[in-house]
Protein backbone atom coordinates (compact mmCIF):
# COMPACT_ATOMS: atom_id res chain seq x y z
CA UNK A 1 0.00 0.00 0.00
CA UNK A 2 1.43 3.61 -0.87
CA UNK A 3 1.96 6.25 1.34
CA UNK A 4 -1.11 8.15 -0.56
CA UNK A 5 -3.69 5.66 -0.68
CA UNK A 6 -3.23 5.42 3.06
CA UNK A 7 -3.46 9.12 3.42
CA UNK A 8 -6.47 9.18 1.39
CA UNK A 9 -7.86 6.52 3.59
CA UNK A 10 -7.65 8.35 6.72
CA UNK A 11 -8.82 11.51 5.66
CA UNK A 12 -11.96 9.25 3.97
CA UNK A 13 -12.11 7.85 7.92
CA UNK A 14 -11.78 11.33 9.19
CA UNK A 15 -15.01 11.85 7.48
CA UNK A 16 -17.03 9.55 7.76
CA UNK A 17 -16.29 10.36 11.65
CA UNK A 18 -17.42 13.97 11.16
CA UNK A 19 -20.18 13.27 9.27
CA UNK A 20 -21.28 11.00 11.70
CA UNK A 21 -20.93 13.07 14.35
CA UNK A 22 -22.28 16.29 13.18
CA UNK A 23 -25.48 13.68 12.21
CA UNK A 24 -25.80 12.42 15.92
CA UNK A 25 -24.80 15.79 17.44
CA UNK A 26 -27.96 17.74 15.39
CA UNK A 27 -30.40 14.41 16.29
CA UNK A 28 -29.48 14.33 19.55
CA UNK A 29 -29.51 18.11 19.89
CA UNK A 30 -33.00 18.24 18.23
CA UNK A 31 -33.88 15.69 20.36
CA UNK A 32 -32.64 17.34 22.89
CA UNK A 33 -34.70 20.74 21.89
CA UNK A 34 -37.93 19.23 21.06
CA UNK A 35 -38.25 17.69 24.75
CA UNK A 36 -36.71 20.42 26.54
CA UNK A 37 -39.35 22.69 24.65
CA UNK A 38 -42.13 19.69 25.64
CA UNK A 39 -41.35 20.04 28.73
CA UNK A 40 -41.94 23.91 29.06
CA UNK A 41 -44.82 23.65 26.85
CA UNK A 42 -45.84 21.02 29.43
CA UNK A 43 -45.38 23.24 32.13
CA UNK A 44 -46.98 25.85 30.62
CA UNK A 45 -50.25 24.29 30.02
CA UNK A 46 -50.63 22.81 33.16
CA UNK A 47 -49.85 26.63 34.47
CA UNK A 48 -52.79 27.73 32.03
CA UNK A 49 -55.20 24.97 33.36
CA UNK A 50 -54.26 26.14 37.51
CA UNK A 51 -55.05 29.72 36.21
CA UNK A 52 -58.23 28.68 34.68
CA UNK A 53 -59.68 26.77 37.53
CA UNK A 54 -59.13 29.70 39.77
CA UNK A 55 -60.84 31.78 37.98
CA UNK A 56 -63.40 29.87 37.50
CA UNK A 57 -63.51 29.11 41.43
CA UNK A 58 -63.45 32.79 41.41
CA UNK A 59 -66.56 33.25 39.39
CA UNK A 60 -68.40 30.74 41.30
CA UNK A 61 -68.08 32.82 44.17
CA UNK A 62 -68.40 35.90 42.88
CA UNK A 63 -72.05 34.52 41.50
CA UNK A 64 -72.48 33.54 45.01
CA UNK A 65 -71.94 36.76 46.79
CA UNK A 66 -73.64 38.71 43.92
CA UNK A 67 -77.15 36.60 44.80
CA UNK A 68 -76.63 37.13 48.70
CA UNK A 69 -76.20 40.68 47.99
CA UNK A 70 -79.27 40.80 45.48
CA UNK A 71 -81.43 39.55 48.48
CA UNK A 72 -80.07 41.70 51.14
CA UNK A 73 -81.20 44.88 48.58
CA UNK A 74 -84.62 43.37 48.34
CA UNK A 75 -84.28 43.59 51.84
CA UNK A 76 -83.40 47.12 52.22
CA UNK A 77 -79.78 46.16 53.47
CA UNK A 78 -78.24 48.75 50.76
CA UNK A 79 -74.77 49.66 52.93
CA UNK A 80 -74.41 45.51 53.97
CA UNK A 81 -74.97 44.61 50.20
CA UNK A 82 -72.04 46.38 49.30
CA UNK A 83 -70.05 45.63 51.95
CA UNK A 84 -70.11 42.35 51.04
CA UNK A 85 -69.75 42.90 47.14
CA UNK A 86 -66.77 44.07 48.37
CA UNK A 87 -65.29 41.86 51.23
CA UNK A 88 -62.90 39.39 49.00
CA UNK A 89 -60.38 41.32 47.19
CA UNK A 90 -59.45 37.92 45.11
CA UNK A 91 -62.54 38.14 43.61
CA UNK A 92 -63.19 41.93 43.32
CA UNK A 93 -62.99 43.27 39.74
CA UNK A 94 -64.93 45.20 37.23
CA UNK A 95 -68.52 43.04 37.17
CA UNK A 96 -68.22 43.56 40.99
CA UNK A 97 -67.34 47.27 40.29
CA UNK A 98 -70.42 47.45 38.36
CA UNK A 99 -72.89 45.58 41.04
CA UNK A 100 -71.93 47.73 43.70
CA UNK A 101 -72.27 50.80 41.14
CA UNK A 102 -75.89 49.50 40.55
CA UNK A 103 -76.38 49.67 44.11
CA UNK A 104 -74.90 53.03 45.16
CA UNK A 105 -76.90 54.26 41.54
CA UNK A 106 -80.27 52.94 43.28
CA UNK A 107 -79.82 54.23 46.71
CA UNK A 108 -79.06 57.22 44.99
CA UNK A 109 -82.42 57.98 43.33
CA UNK A 110 -84.73 56.84 46.64
CA UNK A 111 -86.73 59.59 47.86
CA UNK A 112 -88.25 60.30 51.38
CA UNK A 113 -91.53 58.75 51.71
CA UNK A 114 -93.95 61.59 52.19
CA UNK A 115 -97.68 60.04 52.32
CA UNK A 116 -99.56 58.11 55.00
CA UNK A 117 -98.16 56.10 57.87
CA UNK A 118 -101.09 52.99 58.36
CA UNK A 119 -100.99 50.47 61.17
CA UNK A 120 -102.99 47.89 61.53
CA UNK A 121 -103.50 45.20 64.14
CA UNK A 122 -104.83 42.10 64.87
CA UNK A 123 -105.61 39.75 68.03
CA UNK A 124 -104.22 35.91 67.74
CA UNK A 125 -105.39 34.42 64.49
CA UNK A 126 -108.75 32.16 64.56
CA UNK A 127 -107.07 28.82 63.10
CA UNK A 128 -110.43 26.99 63.97
CA UNK A 129 -113.32 28.44 62.99
CA UNK A 130 -115.42 25.20 63.90
CA UNK A 131 -114.41 25.71 66.68
CA UNK A 132 -114.74 29.57 67.19
CA UNK A 133 -118.12 29.67 65.72
CA UNK A 134 -119.19 26.45 67.41
CA UNK A 135 -121.55 25.97 69.72
CA UNK A 136 -119.28 25.37 72.63
CA UNK A 137 -117.66 28.41 71.71
CA UNK A 138 -117.00 30.88 74.13
CA UNK A 139 -118.00 34.04 73.06
CA UNK A 140 -118.20 33.41 68.71
CA UNK A 141 -120.15 36.90 68.27
CA UNK A 142 -116.74 38.80 69.73
CA UNK A 143 -114.27 36.67 67.59
CA UNK A 144 -116.48 37.32 64.21
CA UNK A 145 -116.82 41.11 65.56
CA UNK A 146 -112.82 41.37 66.51
CA UNK A 147 -111.01 38.59 65.74
CA UNK A 148 -109.21 37.23 62.33
CA UNK A 149 -108.94 33.77 60.95
CA UNK A 150 -105.32 32.58 60.20
CA UNK A 151 -106.71 31.78 56.28
CA UNK A 152 -108.03 35.75 56.08
CA UNK A 153 -104.73 36.43 57.52
CA UNK A 154 -102.60 34.07 54.94
CA UNK A 155 -104.27 35.79 51.87
CA UNK A 156 -104.13 39.77 53.29
CA UNK A 157 -100.15 39.48 53.36
CA UNK A 158 -99.14 38.82 49.37
CA UNK A 159 -101.75 41.76 49.00
CA UNK A 160 -100.78 44.07 50.88
CA UNK A 161 -97.13 43.42 49.59
CA UNK A 162 -98.91 43.81 46.40
CA UNK A 163 -100.43 47.23 47.02
CA UNK A 164 -96.53 48.18 48.15
CA UNK A 165 -96.67 47.51 51.99
CA UNK A 166 -93.37 47.29 53.70
CA UNK A 167 -93.30 46.58 57.49
CA UNK A 168 -91.45 49.10 59.15
CA UNK A 169 -90.61 49.74 62.81
CA UNK A 170 -91.88 52.87 64.86
CA UNK A 171 -87.88 53.78 65.02
CA UNK A 172 -87.83 53.88 61.13
CA UNK A 173 -89.88 56.65 61.23
CA UNK A 174 -89.21 58.76 64.36
CA UNK A 175 -86.06 59.91 66.40
CA UNK A 176 -86.31 60.17 70.15
CA UNK A 177 -83.63 62.05 71.96
CA UNK A 178 -82.15 61.41 75.45
CA UNK A 179 -84.71 64.18 76.85
CA UNK A 180 -87.58 62.41 74.94
CA UNK A 181 -88.53 64.56 72.09
CA UNK A 182 -89.45 63.03 69.54
CA UNK A 183 -89.05 63.94 65.66
CA UNK A 184 -90.30 62.47 62.43
CA UNK A 185 -87.33 60.37 60.68
CA UNK A 186 -86.61 60.65 57.04
CA UNK A 187 -87.64 56.94 55.84
CA UNK A 188 -86.36 56.23 52.41
CA UNK A 189 -88.20 53.57 49.80
CA UNK A 190 -88.17 52.70 46.54
CA UNK A 191 -90.84 54.09 44.34
CA UNK A 192 -94.14 52.51 44.97
CA UNK A 193 -93.33 51.35 48.42
CA UNK A 194 -94.76 52.36 52.01
CA UNK A 195 -94.32 52.09 55.41
CA UNK A 196 -96.77 49.24 57.16
CA UNK A 197 -96.82 49.09 61.38
CA UNK A 198 -98.25 45.92 62.47
CA UNK A 199 -98.82 45.58 65.88
CA UNK A 200 -100.85 41.84 67.78
CA UNK A 201 -102.70 42.96 70.86
CA UNK A 202 -103.44 40.39 73.92
CA UNK A 203 -100.36 38.05 72.95
CA UNK A 204 -101.67 35.72 75.90
CA UNK A 205 -103.78 32.62 74.98
CA UNK A 206 -106.14 32.13 78.00
CA UNK A 207 -108.14 28.64 78.46
CA UNK A 208 -111.17 29.94 77.01
CA UNK A 209 -109.01 30.89 73.96
CA UNK A 210 -107.13 27.57 73.70
CA UNK A 211 -110.59 25.24 72.89
CA UNK A 212 -111.87 27.74 70.67
CA UNK A 213 -109.52 27.27 67.97
CA UNK A 214 -106.78 29.40 68.76
CA UNK A 215 -102.89 29.11 69.61
CA UNK A 216 -102.06 27.81 72.91
CA UNK A 217 -98.69 28.87 73.79
CA UNK A 218 -95.60 29.94 71.56
CA UNK A 219 -92.51 27.69 71.54
CA UNK A 220 -88.98 27.60 69.79
CA UNK A 221 -88.86 24.98 67.61
CA UNK A 222 -85.37 22.79 67.59
CA UNK A 223 -84.42 25.34 65.01
CA UNK A 224 -84.53 28.12 67.27
CA UNK A 225 -87.51 29.73 65.44
CA UNK A 226 -90.93 30.39 67.27
CA UNK A 227 -93.88 28.20 66.67
CA UNK A 228 -97.52 27.76 67.71
CA UNK A 229 -99.04 25.41 69.88
CA UNK A 230 -102.32 24.75 68.75
CA UNK A 231 -105.31 21.89 70.06
CA UNK A 232 -106.64 20.85 67.23
CA UNK A 233 -110.16 19.48 66.52
CA UNK A 234 -109.33 15.95 67.98
CA UNK A 235 -108.24 18.01 71.20
CA UNK A 236 -104.60 16.95 70.37
CA UNK A 237 -101.87 19.59 70.97
CA UNK A 238 -99.84 19.93 68.11
CA UNK A 239 -97.02 22.25 66.97
CA UNK A 240 -97.70 24.63 63.41
CA UNK A 241 -96.32 27.31 61.45
CA UNK A 242 -99.74 28.44 60.55
CA UNK A 243 -101.20 28.87 64.45
CA UNK A 244 -100.23 32.33 65.09
CA UNK A 245 -98.87 35.36 63.49
CA UNK A 246 -95.84 35.06 64.47
CA UNK A 247 -94.56 32.23 62.43
CA UNK A 248 -96.20 33.04 59.21
CA UNK A 249 -94.75 36.61 59.21
CA UNK A 250 -91.76 34.88 59.92
CA UNK A 251 -91.99 32.47 57.10
CA UNK A 252 -93.65 35.40 54.71
CA UNK A 253 -90.69 37.67 55.12
CA UNK A 254 -88.58 35.29 54.68
CA UNK A 255 -90.05 34.19 51.59
CA UNK A 256 -90.68 37.79 50.68
CA UNK A 257 -87.83 39.76 52.07
CA UNK A 258 -89.00 43.08 50.21
CA UNK A 259 -92.02 42.64 52.69
CA UNK A 260 -89.73 43.79 55.49
CA UNK A 261 -87.75 47.13 56.05
CA UNK A 262 -84.44 45.78 57.61
CA UNK A 263 -86.24 42.94 58.82
CA UNK A 264 -88.82 44.36 60.73
CA UNK A 265 -92.16 42.50 61.54
CA UNK A 266 -94.24 44.11 64.40
CA UNK A 267 -95.09 45.02 68.09
CA UNK A 268 -96.26 41.95 70.14
CA UNK A 269 -98.94 43.95 72.87
CA UNK A 270 -98.28 41.91 76.07
CA UNK A 271 -101.50 42.33 78.35
CA UNK A 272 -99.86 41.24 81.98
CA UNK A 273 -103.09 39.64 83.48
CA UNK A 274 -103.27 37.58 80.47
CA UNK A 275 -99.55 35.43 80.73
CA UNK A 276 -96.94 36.21 78.38
CA UNK A 277 -97.11 34.27 74.93
CA UNK A 278 -98.89 31.37 77.17
CA UNK A 279 -96.62 31.72 80.15
CA UNK A 280 -97.45 33.04 83.96
CA UNK A 281 -95.19 35.38 84.77
CA UNK A 282 -96.08 34.82 88.21
CA UNK A 283 -93.94 31.03 87.92
CA UNK A 284 -90.33 31.48 87.76
CA UNK A 285 -89.53 28.78 85.32
CA UNK A 286 -92.26 29.90 82.96
CA UNK A 287 -91.18 33.47 83.38
CA UNK A 288 -87.80 32.34 82.52
CA UNK A 289 -89.36 30.26 79.00
CA UNK A 290 -91.41 33.28 77.80
CA UNK A 291 -87.87 35.54 78.10
CA UNK A 292 -86.16 33.00 75.78
CA UNK A 293 -89.06 33.16 73.45
CA UNK A 294 -89.13 37.25 73.38
CA UNK A 295 -85.21 36.84 72.94
CA UNK A 296 -85.15 35.03 70.20
CA UNK A 297 -88.48 37.12 68.84
CA UNK A 298 -86.36 40.62 69.15
CA UNK A 299 -83.41 39.15 67.64
CA UNK A 300 -85.98 38.08 63.99
CA UNK A 301 -87.62 42.04 64.41
CA UNK A 302 -90.54 41.64 66.72
CA UNK A 303 -90.54 44.19 69.30
CA UNK A 304 -92.66 43.32 73.17
CA UNK A 305 -94.45 46.53 73.49
CA UNK A 306 -97.37 47.17 76.62
CA UNK A 307 -100.77 46.43 76.06
CA UNK A 308 -101.35 46.91 80.22
CA UNK A 309 -101.35 44.77 82.98
CA UNK A 310 -104.80 44.45 83.67
CA UNK A 311 -106.58 45.23 80.11
CA UNK A 312 -109.86 46.66 82.57
CA UNK A 313 -112.16 49.23 82.33
CA UNK A 314 -113.62 51.33 84.92
CA UNK A 315 -110.69 53.56 86.59
CA UNK A 316 -107.93 51.87 84.55
CA UNK A 317 -109.22 52.21 80.62
CA UNK A 318 -112.44 53.97 79.98
CA UNK A 319 -113.93 57.12 80.31
CA UNK A 320 -113.70 57.06 84.05
CA UNK A 321 -110.06 56.28 84.03
CA UNK A 322 -108.08 57.59 87.26
CA UNK A 323 -104.47 58.50 87.88
CA UNK A 324 -104.36 55.83 90.61
CA UNK A 325 -105.97 53.45 88.26
CA UNK A 326 -104.02 54.14 85.41
CA UNK A 327 -100.70 54.42 87.97
CA UNK A 328 -101.18 50.92 89.14
CA UNK A 329 -101.90 49.28 86.22
CA UNK A 330 -98.58 50.81 84.95
CA UNK A 331 -96.49 49.58 88.04
CA UNK A 332 -98.06 45.92 87.90
CA UNK A 333 -96.69 45.72 84.57
CA UNK A 334 -93.02 47.12 85.14
CA UNK A 335 -93.29 44.96 88.19
CA UNK A 336 -94.17 41.42 86.54
CA UNK A 337 -93.97 41.81 82.79
CA UNK A 338 -91.13 44.19 82.05
CA UNK A 339 -88.68 42.12 83.30
CA UNK A 340 -89.72 39.45 80.82
CA UNK A 341 -90.14 41.39 77.84
CA UNK A 342 -87.60 44.62 78.65
CA UNK A 343 -88.45 48.15 78.25
CA UNK A 344 -90.44 49.56 75.79
CA UNK A 345 -91.27 52.92 74.74
CA UNK A 346 -95.00 51.86 72.92
CA UNK A 347 -97.89 51.61 74.68
CA UNK A 348 -101.03 49.74 72.79
CA UNK A 349 -104.14 51.22 74.79
CA UNK A 350 -106.76 48.54 76.37
CA UNK A 351 -109.50 48.94 73.89
CA UNK A 352 -108.41 52.19 71.97
CA UNK A 353 -109.17 54.15 75.04
CA UNK A 354 -107.18 57.74 74.79
CA UNK A 355 -106.55 58.68 78.29
CA UNK A 356 -106.64 62.78 78.37
CA UNK A 357 -104.63 65.40 80.57
CA UNK A 358 -102.75 64.52 83.29
CA UNK A 359 -103.05 60.37 82.68
CA UNK A 360 -101.98 61.05 79.19
CA UNK A 361 -98.81 62.86 80.75
CA UNK A 362 -98.25 60.29 83.11
CA UNK A 363 -97.69 57.72 80.14
CA UNK A 364 -95.38 60.01 79.09
CA UNK A 365 -93.61 60.45 82.12
CA UNK A 366 -93.02 56.63 82.48
CA UNK A 367 -91.16 56.73 79.22
CA UNK A 368 -93.90 55.53 77.05
CA UNK A 369 -93.03 58.18 73.68
CA UNK A 370 -95.69 55.79 71.56
CA UNK A 371 -99.22 56.17 72.64
CA UNK A 372 -101.23 53.45 70.27
CA UNK A 373 -105.35 54.17 69.87
CA UNK A 374 -108.13 52.73 67.73
CA UNK A 375 -108.90 55.04 64.79
CA UNK A 376 -109.56 54.41 61.24
CA UNK A 377 -109.08 57.52 59.31
CA UNK A 378 -105.89 60.04 61.11
CA UNK A 379 -102.81 59.64 61.07
CA UNK A 380 -99.95 59.78 63.78
CA UNK A 381 -100.03 63.26 65.37
CA UNK A 382 -96.73 64.50 67.81
CA UNK A 383 -98.22 65.57 70.86
CA UNK A 384 -95.45 67.26 72.98
CA UNK A 385 -93.37 64.49 73.62
CA UNK A 386 -95.58 61.70 72.48
CA UNK A 387 -96.72 60.46 69.13
CA UNK A 388 -100.11 59.79 69.14
CA UNK A 389 -100.81 56.79 66.91
CA UNK A 390 -103.97 55.26 65.25
CA UNK A 391 -104.49 52.05 64.32
CA UNK A 392 -106.82 49.93 61.88
CA UNK A 393 -108.10 46.82 63.00
CA UNK A 394 -108.70 44.02 59.90
CA UNK A 395 -110.95 42.09 61.33
CA UNK A 396 -114.62 40.86 60.95
CA UNK A 397 -116.18 44.03 62.46
CA UNK A 398 -114.07 46.41 59.56
CA UNK A 399 -113.99 43.77 57.00
CA UNK A 400 -118.01 44.28 57.28
CA UNK A 401 -118.44 47.62 58.15
CA UNK A 402 -115.43 49.53 56.52
CA UNK A 403 -115.30 47.28 53.44
CA UNK A 404 -114.93 50.04 50.93
CA UNK A 405 -112.40 51.96 53.02
CA UNK A 406 -109.72 48.63 53.46
CA UNK A 407 -110.49 47.40 49.73
CA UNK A 408 -109.66 50.84 48.75
CA UNK A 409 -105.97 51.14 51.29
CA UNK A 410 -105.47 47.75 52.09
CA UNK A 411 -106.74 44.73 49.85
CA UNK A 412 -109.68 43.68 48.36
CA UNK A 413 -111.65 42.15 51.44
CA UNK A 414 -113.50 39.74 49.19
CA UNK A 415 -110.62 37.90 47.71
CA UNK A 416 -109.57 37.90 51.97
CA UNK A 417 -113.02 37.73 53.73
CA UNK A 418 -113.34 34.03 55.28
CA UNK A 419 -116.62 32.10 53.80
CA UNK A 420 -116.55 30.00 57.06
CA UNK A 421 -117.63 33.43 58.96
CA UNK A 422 -121.09 33.18 60.19
CA UNK A 423 -123.45 35.67 58.95
CA UNK A 424 -122.26 39.17 60.44
CA UNK A 425 -124.66 40.87 62.51
ZN1 LIG B 1 -106.58 44.47 73.76
Excluded: C
Excluded at 111 to 118: A, K, L, S
Excluded at 151 to 174: N, S, W
Excluded at 361 to 369: N, P
Amino acid sequence: MSKKTSNTQRQVTWVIILIFLIITTTIGGFFWIKYELDKKNNNNNNGNQGEIEKEKAREVKRVELISKAGVLVSGYFYEEAIELLKSDSDIYNDKMKGEVKKIEDFVADLQPYTGRIEQVFFHSLIVYPQLAFGPTSAEPQGYNYWMTTELEFQRMLPLLMERGYVLVHIGDLYDVDAQGNVTEKELYLPEGKRPLLISIDNVGYPESRKKDGFASKLILDDKGEVTAVIRNLEGVEVVSRTGEVFPIVDDFVKANPEFSYRGAKGMVGITGSWGVMGYDPKIASEAAEAKKIANRMRETGWQFVSHSYTHAAGKYFSETSTLEGVKEDTELFKKWIVPIIGDSNVFIAPFGVTVKGDLYQYFIDEGYSFYLNVDRRSQPKILGKSVLMPRINLDGFVMNRDKAYITEHFFDVDKVYDSRRPVFQ
